[in-house]
């Protein structure tokens, strides 16, 4: 029987990736966390003892709260939590229960360093079509929700980085980590570093995004759909930070396709009533 006010791995996992979502937090101590630095897609790392600093961050939002073992930390903090207006539940089993039943986290090793805001900051060319806008919604949704983008002129990518300790990505260049490799393009590339290689409803999307962004629309029906729209909005929007968020809704909607309703047709006749197909019928 479920404890109260925790939540199952298998409830999280379908909330994870959808911007309605709850919030996680992984509140595991610097020292254990060390030991196995693997987070729970999306997930937030915040310190329970900082927990009267933080909270009012998440008041009005939904969260859940994970520990290593979904014990008294993840549910304290989430009691706590509440109490600050906070709609919050422990995850049952913690970190230990997700990874048992062989769900994806992404290691924290593969990613670059974050700001003292704990933010990972990158860098890429300004006026986005495919990857670089792919890119930046699956690492918000997916690896850190709050990930800032710089969208800066080709040539000045690596500088930038250099100076403000950004991630350059999708852009050639000696010791670039996060760009094309063979046939793959760099949200393929992301994918798997980031451990979502086996995440179902993102193996379809990979090759959408890579036949839209590498000139092979027919690798997949629905690239040349997607291609489609990533140039109508690179067309609509002269700021590249106002189309990237007009991009994240496409490429969620892209991923609710894959993950619900690659089976689903639609045909208008089928949503009529049958009365006013039979009247239709005899009409003609």
Request: negative net charge.
């Amino acid at each position: 029987m479920p404890v109260l006010n925790t939540i199952s791995s298998d409830k999280l996992v379908r909330l994870v990736g959808i911007p309605s979502g709850p919030v996680v937090i992984d509140v595991r101590p610097e020292d254990e966390f060390a030991t196995e630095p693997l987070l729970i897609p999306g997930t937030l790392r915040r310190a329970a003892a900082d927990i009267g600093i933080w909270a009012d961050e998440f008041r009005g939002r939904s969260a859940v709260i994970v520990c290593r073992d979904g014990g008294s930390l993840s549910q304290g903090v989430a009691a706590r939590l509440r109490h600050e207006g906070v709609s919050a539940e422990a995850l049952e089993n913690g970190v230990a229960g997700w990874a048992s039943v062989g769900l994806p986290m992404v290691p924290e090793t593969v990613l670059p360093s974050r700001d003292s805001e704990r933010r990972t900051v990158w860098v890429t060319r300004g006026r986005p079509k495919v990857d670089r806008i792919a890119c930046p919604w699956l690492i918000r949704r997916f690896v850190d929700p709050s990930a800032i983008f710089l969208f800066v002129a080709p040539s000045e990518v690596q500088g930038v980085a250099e100076r403000f300790g950004a991630a350059p990505f999708d852009i050639e260049g000696e010791g670039i980590v996060w760009s094309h490799r063979d046939e793959l393009c760099t949200f393929d590339v992301m994918v798997e570093a980031f451990g979502l290689g086996g995440h179902e409803p993102l193996k379809r999307l990979a090759p959408i995004v890579r036949g839209a962004d590498t000139g092979r629309p027919d690798l997949v029906p629905e690239a040349a759909g997607l291609l489609a729209a990533s140039l109508g909005l690179s067309r609509m929007y002269a700021d590249d930070l106002e189309q990237l968020e007009a991009g994240m809704l496409l490429y969620d909607a892209f991923y609710r396709w894959c993950r619900d309703a690659t089976d689903e047709t639609h045909n208008w006749v089928s949503h009529q009533p049958a009365k006013s197909r039979a009247k239709a019928k005899v009409r003609t």
